[in-house]
């Protein structure tokens, strides 16, 4: 038996197809060749080499003397796994890519490494193949990745490309697309999904550049989960932290898993955002809704089958793919644009409605009252339409209307008696307001679908996992 951690060179040379292929493959002569088989032993970079190319052939492997485990004989019946494209950017926080991939797996994803030059100051090739059990792709220039798999082949075999961190810099070639190394030729290259989860220095995140570079990059589809508030790996406090791992794995499997049309045919209102009522030309009340919750029902109605209009207050969000946005800043607009999209069979109302508006707001701007002779300004305020009661109340009905309840205490109470004063089929409680747990702006939501006799407490999860479980209860709902 050879020594522990001596590699059984011959049987390898065997798997992969004889001395010539072994020389190709590491670019080498057949001296060197002959020295390895005769020492039992390869230097790390030919170790990494070896492992990448065994397990991209099937072959299970051990780590630690490239023994081979197991041939690559799978059943032909085993059901293909979705599989997940994992860039890994050149950032302090791609060592959190491996415990992605690691959860990625255990939600039933095959996942496959490439690397960036400046990733692999952070992590190691090896450690990326050996924990997805697949070659770690990190050359575009590499003949012995072109004849095993070419990067056009590599990006089209992805069911989802993941950016793990994506850098300031990995989003900026993406947005100018730009393809001079492997990650950047798969992203331009690629007709499946992209998410990333970018994770920079604060003041990098809000750069006017950076800022550029998203907004073009959400507007061509790419999916972005965070970055979150906190402290980043340069010491200071901000919006740049990228996702926990679970999260990006949770939105990953998402994108990646496709699902049945079950609303094909159904037709969909969503209210999502703010709305946002003047006091004069240049002040005005509003909310912190960042519209995501309700974007991602929205898409995720969608991506079912069904036609969607979505009617948006002002945020900083791109329209979904597939759904036709009507954008308005007022809920007197909001009920204009809902009541032109009836008749529907599905209206979801997300949207954070002002309930009051300033009675009589001026064009002209307030001035200041005198500090010392004035009284202080008096608003008076004036309540808007309920567009939800009036949807749910209205002779064009949809056969299910669902609101949500943003509550600050008493959740189950306060949402109860709101679905069945706007007479609502469904409601959606959120607790809002808390510091620990934002709803309003977060990626997260945690909720209770309220029916007529029923409560359903459902864990916190993605607003777009919320949003994907939701659109499955409606297509149930409606094929009752
Ligand atoms: O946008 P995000 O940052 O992702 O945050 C998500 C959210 C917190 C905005 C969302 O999950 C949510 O709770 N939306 C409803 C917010 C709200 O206005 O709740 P409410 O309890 O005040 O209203 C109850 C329901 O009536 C809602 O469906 C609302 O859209 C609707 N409504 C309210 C007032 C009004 N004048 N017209 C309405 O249609």
């Not at 450690?127 to 792709?137: D, G, I, M, P, W």
């Not at 919006?239 to 496709?258: F, H, T």
């Not at 005005?284 to 995720?300: D, L, P, T």
Request: hydrophobic share 45%; glycine share 6%; charged share 20%.
């Amino acid at each position: 038996m050879a020594p522990a951690n001596n590699v059984d060179l011959t049987a390898i040379m065997t798997a992969l197809g004889g001395r010539q292929a072994l020389q190709d493959l590491l670019g080498v002569g057949a001296s060197a060749i002959s020295n390895y088989v005769a020492r039992g032993t390869v230097p790390t970079h030919v170790r990494s080499k070896l492992y990448g190319a065994l397990t991209a052939r099937g072959y299970q492997v051990r780590l630690d003397d490239l023994a081979i485990l197991c041939a690559p004989d799978a059943p032909a019946t085993a059901p293909a796994k979705p599989m997940v494209l994992l860039i890994i950017g050149g950032g302090i926080a791609a060592y959190k890519a491996l415990e992605t991939a690691r959860q990625m797996q255990r939600l039933g994803l095959d996942v496959t490494g490439v690397m960036t030059k400046s990733a692999a100051q952070f992590i190691t090739p090896l450690s990326v193949a050996a924990l997805t059990n697949q070659k770690c792709y990190d050359d575009l220039f590499s003949l012995t990745d072109e004849a095993e798999m070419g990067h056009i082949r590599l990006a089209r075999s992805a069911d989802l490309v993941l950016v793990m961190p994506a850098t300031a810099n990995l989003m900026a070639r993406a947005a100018a697309g730009i393809a001079d190394d492997l990650a950047t030729t798969i992203l331009l290259a690629t007709t499946a999904p992209v998410l990333m989860a970018p994770a920079m220095n604060p003041a990098m995140w809000t750069h006017p550049a950076t800022s550029a570079n998203l907004t073009i990059l959400q507007q061509r589809g790419v999916h972005m989960i965070g970055p979150t508030e906190g402290d980043t790996a340069c010491g200071e406090i901000g919006s740049g932290r990228m996702s926990e791992p679970a999260d990006i794995a949770a939105a990953a499997y998402q994108l990646a898993v496709k699902r049945p049309r079950l609303l094909a045919g159904k037709t969909a209102i969503v209210t999502a955002g703010p709305t946002v009522e003047p006091i004069d030309s240049v002040r005005f009340i509003a909310n912190h809704s960042s519209g995501k919750q309700g974007y991602a029902v929205a898409a995720a109605l969608a991506a079912h089958g069904a036609a969607v209009t979505l009617i948006s207050g002002p945020v900083n969000l791109p329209p979904p793919a597939q759904v036709n946005r009507i954008s308005v800043q007022t809920a007197e607009q909001m009920l204009a644009a809902t009541q032109a999209a009836l008749p529907a069979d599905i209206a979801v109302c997300a949207a954070a409605v002002a309930d009051w508006r300033v009675a009589g707001s001026r064009h002209a701007k307030l001035k200041k009252p005198d500090r010392d002779t004035a009284e202080p300004i008096q608003l008076s305020l004036c309540e808007n339409p309920d567009i939800l009661a009036s949807i749910a109340q209205s002779d064009q009905r949809p056969e299910l209307v669902i609101g949500f309840a943003a509550e600050t205490e008493d959740l189950q109470e306060n949402a109860v008696a709101k679905r069945q004063r706007k007479q609502c089929d469904w409601i959606i409680a959120n607790q809002v307001g808390g510091a620990a747990d934002p709803v309003f702006g977060s990626d997260m939501n945690h909720i209770m679908l309220i029916g007529e006799t029923t409560v359903e407490n459902w864990p916190r999860m993605l607003k777009t996992e919320l949003a994907d479980r939701l659109a499955e209860r409606i297509a149930e709902e409606l094929s009752k």
